[in-house]
């Protein structure tokens, strides 16, 4: 996945979190707090280096500011709501308390914000989203870092579901591969087959392979035709794995018989796995390989 996709779901999940944020509190539940205030500390401290903590341990109700940077002298206030009244009461409780000495910067973050702050001290700023995220300045691992920092605060199937097409097409990704490729005559490593077919298995039965950032989603999500083929794919790749384990032993190889059974059903999930692409537009088609 390059960097233009990872940065466009880092957006969607931070609008979908921020959405959420927005009902709960709508509704006066206000119990997102906290997990806000942890949620922001980590990712200011992904996005912009800083070493944030929270001002409220080991004290409680500490004045103004819920996170600080002490050494880079940075204070920032999470709040789910930030209007022109948060910001002005903020800002004089941080004057009263002369926290000037200790910070030159006061920051807010909050999921709803006022777009054009009127009251903003010369000391103070309001972060937008892409000020928060600061994707501009990541590289691809710090990029995969937050994506999967955000993923971790609210499940992604929870409020999106890709669509059928685009989930078969990853899918199709994992099973299009020398374990289904490759005829059994030119099989390089079993162990590698048997890995790879319980992939195929995991794309289709949970959305995901295990290990690895490739995600669709859970057989019981897709609607029907998708569904049979998929169960189809399953059944195939079951039955391939299990005649391999039956016949694999001890000799690393197999039987002239257990390869033809292996080829059978490799033959009969390509020709249905092609013929389901070529009736429901997708393009890409399996091609199976004697060595030849």
């Known amino acids: 996945m390059d960097e233009i996709v990872v940065k466009e779901r880092i957006v969607d999940r931070m609008s979908i979190l921020e959405s959420h944020v927005s009902g709960r509190v709508a509704h006066g539940l206000t119990d997102v707090t906290s997990a806000l205030e942890v949620l922001y500390r980590e990712v200011l401290n992904l996005t912009r280096g800083w070493n944030l903590a929270s001002t409220n341990f080991p004290s409680r109700n500490f ?6 940077d002490v050494g880079r002298r940075v204070a920032v206030q999470v709040t789910a709501t930030c209007d022109n009244k948060k910001i002005v009461q903020t800002q004089d409780t941080f004057t009263r308390h002369g926290l000037s000495a200790r910070y030159d910067s006061l920051i807010f973050v909050g999921v709803k914000s006022v777009k054009s702050p009127k009251q903003l001290a010369p000391w103070a700023q309001l972060f937008t989203q892409s000020q928060l995220l600061n994707l501009e300045n990541l590289d691809l691992a710090q990029l995969w870092a937050l994506d999967d920092r955000l993923a971790k605060s609210i499940s992604w199937d929870r409020f999106t579901q890709e669509s059928d097409r685009h989930c078969f097409d990853v899918v199709l990704g994992v099973l299009d591969r020398d374990a289904i490729r490759h005829m059994t005559q030119v099989e390089g490593n079993f162990g590698d087959m ?7 298995k995991q794309v289709i039965n949970e959305g995901r392979v295990k290990g690895t950032r490739i995600q669709a989603k859970a057989l019981s999500l897709y609607d029907t035709p998708y569904v049979q083929i998929l169960e189809d794919i399953d059944t195939h790749v079951g039955r391939m794995a299990s005649i ?6 001890p000799y690393n190889f197999l039987p002239h018989s257990a390869a033809a059974e292996v080829d059978q059903e490799r033959l009969e999930l390509v020709e249905e796995v092609n013929k389901f692409c070529a009736a429901h537009g997708h393009d890409r088609r399996i091609h199976t390989w004697t060595g030849r």
């Open 194 to 200: 048997l890995d790879a077919l319980r992939q195929i």
């Open 244 to 249: 391999v384990k039956r016949n694999l032993e």
């Open 63 to 68: 004045p103004a500011v819920d996170l600080h």
